[in-house]
């Protein structure tokens, strides 16, 4: 697909279709299968000013927290228990942990046999070695959006070309590497997210998440519209049918804006839930947006909850890592 025909499906009234392609196109790659990755939030400390982010350094009202790698490590493991096949930890650009501490981390959750995704923001080529070495799988680092002059104002004193640099590095560095954008920020084009989507592709990401904006009160974006749902669904299927084979969540800014939100996305090409299991001090102040509705688990009946609904979809929960079969073919080459 050109960046013409992308932008003419973005913008069509109608997208029934393209989403049963899309679903099809999933069930084809994919199989009728959905990975599940536990989410932690560690730490909401962050030295960065995003203009959308409600845990962006200039919020004084964040009561800022950080888990300790006990804390961490716990939480895993009870993941693990309950029967998750991945970890996600993720933070706010966080300094506290410093390599030493984040590869002391990854090692000890590693040794659990799972496998862990780390989404930390952006670091030295240096410390994603050193995380990679220690046995991380995954990392996840959407780019947000690639209208230069869109990124450059939502992300004060930061660097576009910085972040394409660690996304690439990761890459080369042997990362499942994941990408991703906000749909609707105000000042962003449909022709844009046509641009975004095409570079998922030139990058050869392994993930892609696509999450509409919400606006928090306390961030400068306070007063801006939030990013249509229906526009972000139709940017998850065109990304399913033309990267069949990567994995794409169905993520919880979908579910927080609209009812059912999450079996939606299963339907339009989404193959991945990522349920928060963070304790709760993460689960009342990890909040990037107000209200946020994502599925939380943290006992075996939720769990099986959740597997039955997946089965309710025609889907089962994955028995295995759920590596990105775009990696896997990679690797193979
Ligand atoms: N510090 C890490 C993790 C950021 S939080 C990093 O830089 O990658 C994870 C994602 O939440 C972000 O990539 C962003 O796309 C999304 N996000 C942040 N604020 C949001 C908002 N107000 N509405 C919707 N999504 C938001």
Request: aromatic share 8%; glycine share 6%.
């Amino acid at each position: 697909m050109n960046k013409k025909e992308i932008i003419e499906i973005l913008k069509a009234q109608n997208s029934d279709e393209v989403f049963k392609y899309a679903d099809h196109i999933r069930r084809k790659y994919c199989g009728n299968i959905v990975h599940l990755r536990a989410l932690i939030e560690f730490s909401n400390f962050c030295k960065k000013q995003c203009l959308y982010c409600g845990i962006n350094a200039k919020n004084k009202n964040v009561k800022r927290y950080r888990l300790s790698e006990e804390q961490i490590l716990n939480t895993a493991l009870i993941a693990k228990e309950i029967g998750f096949k991945t970890v996600v930890i993720q933070s706010g650009e966080d300094d506290f942990y410093d390599i030493k501490k984040m590869c002391s981390i990854i090692e000890k959750i590693k040794k659990m046999d799972i496998a862990l995704t780390l989404s930390l923001g952006e670091k030295t080529k240096k410390e994603y070695k050193a995380y990679k070495s220690a046995g991380a799988d995954r990392y996840l680092l959407r780019i947000e959006t690639t209208d230069k002059k869109l990124y450059k104002k939502m992300h004060p004193g930061c660097d576009f070309q910085n972040r394409i640099n660690c996304l690439y590095s990761l890459k080369e560095l042997g990362f499942e590497t994941g990408t991703g954008i906000l749909i609707g920020l105000e000042g962003q084009s449909i022709e844009s997210i046509a641009s975004d989507i095409l570079f998922f592709k030139k990058l050869n990401a392994d993930m892609v998440g696509l999450g509409p904006f919400i606006a928090h009160k306390d961030t400068i974006l306070k007063d801006a519209p939030c990013g249509s749902t229906e526009l972000a669904l139709r940017a998850i299927a065109l990304t399913r049918i033309i990267m069949p084979n990567i994995n794409i969540p169905a993520t919880t800014s979908i579910e927080t804006l609209l009812k059912d939100g999450r079996k939606i996305a299963l339907k339009c090409g989404a193959n991945v839930v990522m349920p928060n299991v963070s304790p709760n001090i993460a689960k009342e102040n990890y909040c990037i947006y107000p209200n946020k509705q994502g599925i939380c688990i943290s006992n075996k009946t939720e769990f099986e909850n959740l597997r039955n609904e997946i089965k309710s979809l025609g889907d089962e929960i994955s028995k295995d890592f759920g590596i990105s079969k775009n990696f896997v073919a990679q690797k193979n080459l």
